[in-house]
């Protein structure tokens, strides 16, 4: 098979050093009016965490606009009333959007519904229209001639070919853009990872695709890729390299488990690249039971704080992160928030379930589900307790807050925006809903909350199961 020669540049690792440039969005939101559209921007994406880098009101007649800085091509998630879409973003562009509402016919997602955004009056250089042009041709290529019946023919073989040599000849001439060139290979390398005859194997993909390519930690093409290449990669290696990493874990050792998978081919020859899936691979293997978790969290802890490169140091600590807060079985992270005089904190509600959730008087979803959520509360208000976080925005008048608190009387406090328990429980859409043991550990987060999810389930189904435990003496319901 002709091979794709598209040439990703020796550019350095990060592009953290580029100058920073303001970036602008404006936008029509006709189902947003008065609703806060937040930006944000993925730190990593191993991690998915996300960090808000700009926020801004949509105005009456339906508009918004906000400005911030970019120091590079970045893919930036816009989010309001617990829906999100994307667009590609360049350092000092421009950008005209339109943000719907979510498809009616899609069930509420507590998790977020996704919405695609809609860009318009796009310039031919700008990077959302080279990836959409692009992804377009490669979709009706597959579309067109990816059956069951001739991926293991010849004729499929060719035409993959064909596209491959098209698209080289198609983009020679754009030598500039890193971004979109790392896009392009990445996938045809998710392209070579179908099933068809002459398609390259692992060791062939890792010598084209990854064994001189820069680890471009913000491209989400690229991460994708390098993801699922060494997804479950424990499983896949050598079974002495798997015992020496094993081993070496048991030590804590970073260098050790460096070390040892310096013993699989495809990470030999790329430091940055094996130590970031050694952060992967790890934070896979927390889950397994075979590991030992403490062992791991003190690994990723010394990499977060000696990693040998700077991305990795974050990546590390933003997993450690996620493996310890909000994880069924973990301790559930402290919180101090006061209104009226009342201060809240983990430990005043200690010794029962508690069902805390987040919430904005302002949004149409929370409005409808504290209405299903009044009968649950009056079920189970002697089992459990509630504590409902009511997110400050400009709507957040008292009247507005007194009239959403009226039919549902549990313990609730108004909280502003940059309050830390926000970050804390990772709350980006609202509702959002968490349950804690009575000793203080996660027991669901996101947790259900009162409206049925795929299996027509709601909360009132662990609300039950812990009244039962209760009642019938087996327990405090943990």
């Known amino acids: 098979m002709k091979q794709l020669v598209i040439l990703v540049g020796c550019l350095g690792f990060s592009l953290s050093t580029l100058a920073d440039e303001i970036t602008k969005i404006t936008g029509f939101a006709p189902t947003y009016v008065g609703q806060q559209i937040d930006i944000f921007q993925v730190v990593d994406y191993l991690s998915m965490k996300q960090e808000r880098i700009a926020s801004t009101t949509v105005q009456e007649d339906s508009t918004f606009t906000c400005s911030f800085y970019l120091n590079e091509t970045r893919k930036l998630v816009l989010s309001s009333n617990n829906n999100s879409g994307f667009i590609y973003a360049q350092p000092g562009a421009s950008y005209d959007v339109y943000m719907p509402d979510r498809n009616p016919y899609d069930p509420f ?31 009706e290529v597959l579309a067109t001639y990816y059956t069951k019946n001739n991926a293991e023919s010849v004729y499929f073989c060719q035409r993959i070919d064909k596209f491959k040599t098209d698209v080289e000849a198609y983009y020679k001439g754009d030598t500039t853009d890193l971004f979109f060139r790392t896009h392009i290979r990445f996938t045809m390398g998710r392209i070579d990872n179908m099933t068809f005859l002459g398609n390259r194997n692992k060791y062939e993909k890792y010598d084209f ?18 993801k699922l290449y060494y997804e479950k990669l424990l499983s896949n290696i050598d ?16 260098s050790l488990i460096m070390q040892s998978l310096g013993a699989e081919y495809t990470l030999k020859n790329n430091v940055r690249l094996r130590e970031l899936v050694m952060i992967k691979v790890l934070s896979e293997a927390f889950y397994e039971k075979d590991f030992p978790q403490t062992n791991i969290i003190t690994v990723l802890d010394s990499v977060s704080n000696h990693g040998l490169f700077k991305e990795n140091r974050i990546i590390a600590a933003n997993i450690m992160t996620r493996l310890m807060e909000l994880t069924p ?25 508690l069902y805390v959730f987040f919430v904005s008087p302002s949004n149409v979803e929370c409005q409808k589900q504290m209405e299903l959520l009044v009968p649950i509360y009056q079920r189970y208000q002697k089992e459990i307790q509630f504590l409902m976080v009511i997110k400050e925005d400009t709507k957040t008048d ?70 039962k435990a209760i009642e019938e003496g087996t327990g405090d319901g943990r």
């Open 109 to 139: 997602r507590p998790l977020g519904n996704k919405i695609e955004v809609t860009l318009y009056s796009l310039d031919s250089t700008d990077i959302n229209y080279k990836i959409l042009t692009f992804d377009r041709w490669t979709d």
């Open 239 to 254: 079974p002495a390299i798997n015992n020496k990493f094993y081993l070496s874990l048991l030590k804590s050792s970073p």
């Open 209 to 226: 695709y990854l064994r001189t390519s820069p680890v471009y930690y913000q491209n989400d093409t690229y991460m994708d890729y390098v």
């Open 398 to 467: 008292q009247q507005t807050v007194d009239n959403f608190r009226k039919n549902l009387p549990c313990e609730s406090v108004v909280v502003a925006p940059e309050n830390a328990i926000f970050a804390k429980y990772q709350v980006i859409n609202i509702p959002y809903y968490v349950v804690i043991d009575p000793i203080g550990y996660v027991v669901a987060a996101p947790a259900m909350g009162p409206t049925p999810n795929g299996q027509y389930e709601t909360i009132d189904k662990l609300f039950f199961y812990i009244k």
């Open 329 to 353: 079985g973990s301790k559930a992270p402290d919180f101090t928030v006061t209104g009226s005089g009342n201060v809240y904190d983990l430990k005043k509600y200690a010794g029962k379930h």
